[in-house]
């Protein structure tokens, strides 16, 4: 921002007090535009964020929400961990077990 001093009108004000004035409206005009430039949210989007909230509103109007949620309680990682633990339990039980002798 540039800082423009004007003369005052003669008849007016003396100089000083009209440069004064002047500077300080400058001062306001600049806190006022720096203030709104804080609060101003950025309104673009990017690809991946539209691409996010078109996806979301599909599934909505879908009704796609629930088969989701019940693929991924019942989908293939669960049955993969289900598997994957069925096989460590079943080695675990055919280890031969050691006997204590008892005398």
């Known amino acids: ?3 423009m001093i004007r003369r005052p009108p003669r008849s007016t004000q003396s ?5 004064s004035d002047v500077y300080k409206r400058q001062e ?3 806190l006022k535009e ?3 430039r804080i609060n101003k949210k950025d309104k673009r989007i990017n690809s991946m964020r539209k691409s996010q909230i078109d996806w979301k ?4 109007k879908e009704n796609l929400e629930r088969e989701f ?3 991924r309680k019942d989908g293939f990682l669960e049955k993969q961990r289900f598997l994957i633990k069925s096989d460590i339990r079943e080695k675990e039980f055919a280890k031969p077990r050691k006997r204590v002798k008892t005398t």
Do not use: E, I, M
């Open 15 to 19: 100089r000083s007090s009209a440069a």
């Open 69 to 71: 949620q019940q693929n």
């Open 34 to 36: 720096v203030l709104q």
């Open 1 to 3: 921002f540039f800082l």
């Open 28 to 30: 306001q005009n600049y």
């Open 57 to 60: 509103a599909f599934t909505k």
